[in-house]
T-cell receptor, first 115, second 114 residues
Framework: AAGVIQSPRHLIKEKRETATLKCYPI?????VYWYQQGPGQDPQFLISFYEKMQSDKGSIPDRFSAQQFSDYHSELNMSSLELGDSALYFCASSSTKTGYNSPLHFGNGTRLTVT | DQQVKQNSPSLSVQEGRISILNCDYT??????FLWYKKYPAEGPTFLIS?????DKNEDGRFTVFLNKSAKHLSLHIVPSQPGDSAVYFCAASGSGGSNYKLTFGKGTLLTVNP
């Protein structure tokens, strides 16, 4: 079965640069979530989109923005990168059509290293 | 403020025995609970879930128990296998509306010894 696809898998950037992470949800999933996981930490919710509209916002810095496109893929844009942005970034998708209680399915993440 | 707590960072069990992973939560608005398993360099993989209207859900070797009054849930793995060795995250969601986002615990590293 198709899973959530994230690209790139690894990304190395310097401080103050920008980065764009991409996420392709499972086909027919209408909701996309972005999570950030620092070393030894639990995944922290950043932002979510339902049917291409932002549906919820968590601890996402103002330097970050995200959107969901007409084909349902999503991009997380990160500007003025800081060393503390180094983390694993996970995208997840789910379908509300299967009911309220629908598990999120995660991609394998993008490991961002800021030097 | 950690709303989902996994107080055991690690757990080691022998192959064939039962693994019990525990999770506590503080937000009474949570009504859906999930367990995810995570291997290094991979994303969390959904294992099993339970709605707050139930107190037990079973799927093969995995059983999740929910005690709403104690705000506690546990994952039982019987029998444990070496391939079960991974980090297990407890997660919760709720409060209705479109608030489907998950809040995670910090994870428990399970090691199953052959």
């Amino acid at each position: 079965a198709a899973g959530v696809i994230q690209s790139p898998r690894h990304l190395i950037k310097e401080k103050r640069e920008t980065a764009t992470l991409k996420c392709y949800p499972i086909p027919r999933h209408d909701t996309v979530y972005w999570y950030q996981q620092g070393p030894g930490q639990d995944p922290q919710f950043l932002i979510s989109f339902y049917e291409k509209m932002q549906s919820d916002k968590g601890s996402i810095p103002d330097r970050f923005s995200a959107q969901q496109f007409s084909d349902y893929h999503s991009e997380l844009n990160m500007s003025s990168l800081e060393l503390g942005d180094s983390a694993l970034y996970f995208c997840a998708s789910s379908s509300t059509k299967t009911g309220y209680n629908s598990p999120l399915h995660f991609g394998n993440g993008t490991r961002l290293t800021v030097t | 403020d950690q709303q989902v707590k996994q107080n055991s960072p690690s757990l080691s069990v022998q192959e064939g025995r039962i693994s019990i992973l525990n999770c506590d939560y503080t937000n009474s608005m949570f009504d859906y609970f999930l367990w995810y398993k995570k291997y290094p360099a991979e994303g969390p993989t959904f294992l099993i879930s339970i709605s707050s209207i139930k107190d037990k859900n079973e799927d093969g070797r995995f059983t999740v128990f929910l005690n709403k009054s104690a705000k506690h849930l546990s994952l039982h793995i019987v029998p444990s296998q070496p391939g079960d060795s991974a980090v297990y995250f407890c997660a919760a969601s709720g409060s209705g509306g479109s608030n489907y986002k998950l809040t995670f615990g910090k994870g428990t590293l399970l090691t199953v010894n052959p």
